[in-house]
């Protein structure tokens, strides 16, 4: 059914533009009743058919089944002018935002077009990149939003955060995201906020995202109540590791460390 809106769209698209085009070229903003008639007659005719083959009805039905496509059009045109709306998007850029919107849908993902209009555009002012990226990133977000509860918005700017502070790319970011889901380390309901807090300080003792998730998932194992403990722990080593004060000199003496030394791998 995605498939099959996702073509009668691009149709209607270029129906549209074929208006615009007719309207330019005479630099008139209207067409001639009996021009437009016939243009309006094959749309409806192709609509006909593309509702028969999405619907599974008999001809009988053909009428259902275009109200049915009128209403997926007038929903479509609301997301897309919905989404360029919140994202301040370029007339350029819309274009890229349509084709995000219907990939995502033609692919079964959200509940419906405003849900997938508001997702595409969560990711874009989260996230950026490329019309593809985008699609990948929200397809990957609604995925975890359905599997684990997770709001769009947070899921994008935990993905994000992976991603600078680590170099990851969009799919092994959100695969971290679900694989540690699915480990329990969401079990308090802040792994994605942990995520958030604690990246940057495991990037600056020199260790990787798969790193953090194990630490966050060995704590989980044995029993510690919050992986927010473990990050925290991470995150103070950090600190007095390099302040220089007596008792941090003395706990590297009592570990058989040079503290000014090791204080330099701080930094």
Request: proline letters at 0%; glycine letters at 8%; a neutral charge.
């Amino acid at each position: 059914m995605g498939k099959t809106i996702n073509t009668i769209l691009n149709l209607k698209d270029n129906f549209s533009k074929t208006l615009k085009d007719t309207a330019n070229n005479t630099n008139k903003f209207k067409l001639h009743l009996k021009e437009a008639n016939k243009i309006t007659d094959k749309i409806t005719s192709s609509l006909a058919k593309f509702s028969k083959v999405a619907l599974g009805a008999s001809t009988a039905f053909v009428g259902g089944g275009l109200a049915v496509a009128v209403k997926s059009f007038n929903d479509y045109d609301n997301a897309i002018r919905q989404a360029a709306s919140s994202t301040g998007a370029t007339s350029d850029e819309i274009k890229g935002l349509k084709d995000a919107i219907k990939d995502v849908y033609a692919n079964n993902f959200g509940d419906d077009w405003n849900d997938v209009a508001e997702s595409v555009a969560a990711v874009k002012k989260t996230m950026g990149g490329t019309s593809e990226e985008i699609k990948l990133a929200t397809k990957n977000a609604l995925a975890l939003r359905d599997t684990f509860g997770y709001e769009i918005p947070e899921t994008a700017r935990t993905a994000d955060m992976l991603i600078k502070q680590f170099g990851l790319d969009g799919a092994e970011a959100f695969n971290l995201i679900a694989q540690g889901s699915q480990k329990g380390l969401d079990k308090n309901g802040n792994l994605l906020d942990s995520i958030n807090e604690y990246s940057v300080h495991f990037k600056n003792l020199g260790l990787n995202a798969e790193t953090m998730f194990s630490v966050f998932s060995a704590g989980a194992a044995k029993g510690v109540f919050d992986i927010d403990k473990m990050g925290d722990a991470f995150k103070e080593f950090g600190i007095r590791g390099k302040d220089g004060s007596d008792t941090t000199n003395e706990a590297f003496k009592i570990l058989g460390l040079n503290a000014k030394k090791n204080a330099r791998c701080f930094c």
